[in-house]
């Protein structure tokens, strides 16, 4: 399918994600993934929260938008989450990989999208939504959330690939 140009932007950055993701933390030990900031968020927490909101809410929120006519969206509710979220997948390597996956899937059902399915119509948090303005608005929190992220780590992507390219060039 051809996609509009917004939605082919935020495929594309959904399709990135996981690479950022991998990017930031990779050299990042325990220690700097439990740092919490002043909210009481760690790396690792956005981490667990990129897989699990993928997971909990926003690709049945997809699935639904093709599935049942006009469906009611819930977003994940970030305080019960803390309370009760699944921790036995906790290490960095579990949480990428997951997370790689579970973006796949969602990858999948959106390459596989018709034009007549951005107009499908929903409610996310009572608000009017279309599958095309919830694809957008994906893909707007992904940025938001990887900028979290880079805060929380103290160096952004563009910082992280600067360093390792230095590195490169220091080697040879």
Do not use: C, N
């Amino acid at each position: 399918m051809s996609l509009p140009p917004p939605v082919a932007d935020a495929l594309a950055a959904l399709s990135s994600t996981p690479t950022v993701l991998a990017h930031l933390v990779a050299e990042a030990g325990d220690d700097r993934l439990d740092d919490l900031d002043r909210e009481g968020w760690s790396p690792r927490l956005w981490l667990a929260w990129f897989r699990d909101e993928e997971v909990l809410a926003l690709r049945p929120g997809l699935e639904r938008l093709l599935a049942e006519p006009a469906p009611e969206l819930h977003e994940l509710d970030r305080a019960a989450w803390l309370r009760e979220r699944h921790r036995s997948r906790d290490r960095k390597e579990h949480l990428l990989a997951d997370f790689a996956l579970h973006r796949q899937s969602t990858l999948a059902i959106v390459r596989s999208l018709e034009p007549r399915h951005l107009a499908r119509a929903g409610r996310l948090a009572g608000e009017p939504v279309t599958l095309e303005r919830y694809l957008l608005r994906w893909a707007d929190r992904d940025r938001e959330r990887i900028a979290r992220l880079e805060t929380a780590l103290g160096e952004t992507l563009a910082d992280v690939l600067e360093r390792r390219r230095r590195m490169v060039e220091e080697y040879r």
